[in-house]
């Protein structure tokens, strides 16, 4: 039976719609796996290293060239609109207004990972397989070290949500904490894709952005508040085409044309409905997009052994650095622990910031496949081992510093 490829791409789009919603629902994963977890999951499964393995003739009939281009041009659009909102989100004004407890617990929430996962890196960069033909060493070590310090500010908005802690105290100062390593997550990033055969462009791009921001800053004040939705989306589409035209990428682009815009000149319940359409509507497309993309190219087991080690890296560093943090500030007992768990989800953010590590060959598909499980792990945890910490510490809610 022959079909076009538009009957082909609806297919596609049913099971990608279909599959991790009937796991979701039916296997009430709720507790211990979101429905974004469960959608990279099944992305995972229906990839090329497990169905696609194991049923060739389904793959290359449903993920045909055609179709997979469809898809990729739609998780683009996607995940920079959700790349754009968690730069508007940055609460970076009431991180400067505490700026001593954000600085220490945010460098150190960030800093110690990121030692431990550079130190993993390390290890890998002796063995064949795993750094990427186009990286550099030292590209390599802080793509990998950073992957293990990020913190995935839009999940932990939709986990404290959940917990009920995201309009608390100590929700706002775990935002706060998760805003300045944001920050700094996208400027390493942007400092590992410089091309510096396209200096030039880059220098040009940076100039031309501040000017053209401070521009944007001043009209958006001056807009009716139902414009300024559609003119972010023309400032998102003109920050990610410069970025990308200047040797850095897209999502750099995206990042930067939401953190320049301030959230207060938006309606706070349409940003936070207009995330979760997002990811009702269009991630589930980048999610299964970035399951395509995983290999076991270098061996189940030994990707499974290096995912393990990226983990312990992530949640100890991740866990220690808040500590750290805690011990110098005069933090009650236990609320080290709460917050440093809730800072190592991972989730979207990282598995963004790999997947351009990937486009830009700084790692191969094996160490993105490693990463991706850490990611998914890391996130996994995070309900399990806050909700009863949070039940034995709720005197902790209120506290606002």
């Known amino acids: 039976m022959h079909m076009s490829t538009a009957e082909i791409f609806l297919l596609a789009m049913l099971i990608i719609l279909t599959v991790p919603y009937l796991a979701w629902r039916l296997g009430r994963t709720e507790y211990f796996a979101p429905l974004v977890v469960i959608q990279i999951i099944t992305g995972i499964l229906l990839g090329p290293g497990v169905l696609g393995a194991a049923f060739p003739s389904y793959y290359s009939f449903v ?118 390593d944001d920050i700094a997550i996208w400027g390493v990033l942007a400092l590992i894709l410089m091309d510096w055969h396209r200096v030039g462009r880059q220098a040009f791009f940076i100039g031309t952005f501040a000017l053209a921001a401070w521009a944007v800053r001043k009209l958006m004040v001056r807009l009716p508040t139902q414009d300024r939705w559609y003119v972010g989306l023309i400032w998102l589409a003109a920050c990610a085409f410069g970025a990308d035209w200047s040797g850095l990428h897209f999502m750099v682009g995206a990042f930067l044309a939401g953190a320049v815009i301030d959230a207060h000149w938006f309606d706070q319940q349409q940003m936070d409905s207009l995330r979760h359409n997002v990811l009702l509507v269009v991630m589930p497309v980048f999610f299964l997009s970035t399951g395509l993309r995983t290999s076991w190219e270098v061996g189940g087991a030994s990707v499974f052994i290096v995912a393990a080690l990226l983990l312990l890296a992530s949640v100890a560093g991740k866990l220690l650095g808040v500590r750290m943090a805690g011990a110098i500030l005069g933090w009650q007992r236990g609320e080290a622990s709460l917050i440093g768990w809730l800072l190592q989800t991972k989730a979207l953010i990282m598995i963004i910031f790999v997947n351009i590590l990937l486009d830009k060959q700084i790692v191969t598909s094996a160490t993105f496949t490693a990463l991706l499980l850490m990611a998914l792990a890391s996130t996994m945890l995070t309900i399990p081992v806050v909700t009863p910490k949070l039940q034995r510490l709720r005197g902790l809610l209120s506290r606002s510093a």
């Open 63 to 180: 993920f045909n060239p055609a179709v997979v281009q469809s898809l990729t041009g739609i998780a683009w659009w996607a995940v920079m609109l959700f790349v754009w909102i968690a730069g508007i989100e940055l609460d970076l004004k009431a991180a400067w207004l505490h700026r001593r407890e954000s600085g220490i617990t945010a460098g150190l929430a960030l800093g110690v990972p990121l030692l431990l996962g550079s130190a993993a890196a390390l290890l890998l960069l002796g063995l064949p397989g795993w750094m990427g033909p186009k990286a550099l060493d030292w590209q390599f070590v802080a793509g990998v070290g950073m992957s293990c310090a990020v913190t995935a500010l839009p999940i932990l908005i939709l986990l404290m949500e959940k917990l009920e802690v995201l309009r608390q105290p100590i929700g706002q100062r775990i935002l706060r904490y998760a805003s300045v």
